[in-house]
């Protein structure tokens, strides 16, 4: 089974294209299209994967996707609004080159975070850089989301090693 904490969401899916069983979908622009070869979609609350059987770019942020088994419009319909995630262990996101340390926040994704005095704080599940500050994502252990800035004066550790950052975060932070 698959679970939502194995997951990153990278796009949604529009209305079907033609009647050859298309969707047009948007991606984020930080996806690698061509790497995509699977998909994971959450259909009454199980995330099920479907293989990728063509995929072109329309615009910038839009595609075309051909699902395997999903030959005509009325199957691809079923699709229409529902959120595309991809297994983070497929690192299908693009890593930008222009940060001269070579790290970057969407590496960061399935770390845990562990506040410094120990505390759990959960699993960065996604990075929102839709505002002018970029945020963690962060599915606490009770399973509720949570928001961290992405700033350098809160990360105390980075273990990549073990998958793990160490950050002191302010007094009521996890209560908004």
Known sequence: ?????????????????????EINATVDDD????????IVVNIDGIYVPFFIRSIRVKRLDSVIIGIDDINNEDQAARFTNLDIYALIS????????????????????GYTIVHADGRPVGKIT??????????????????????????????????????????????????L
């Open 90 to 109: 497929d690192n299908i996101r693009e890593v930008p080159n222009n940060d001269d340390d070579g790290f970057y926040a969407a590496d960061l994704i």
């Open 126 to 175: 996604d990075i929102n850089d839709s505002t002018e500050n970029a945020l963690f994502i962060i599915q606490s252990p009770d399973g509720t989301d949570k928001y961290i800035p992405i700033a350098d004066e809160l990360i105390d550790e980075i273990n990549p090693e073990n998958r793990y950052i160490t950050m002191t975060l302010p007094e009521g932070l996890l209560d």
């Open 1 to 21: 089974m698959i679970l939502k904490e194995e997951l990153t969401e990278i796009g949604r899916f529009g209305k079907p294209h033609g009647i050859q069983g």
């Open 31 to 38: 996806v690698d299209v061509d790497a995509i070869n699977r």
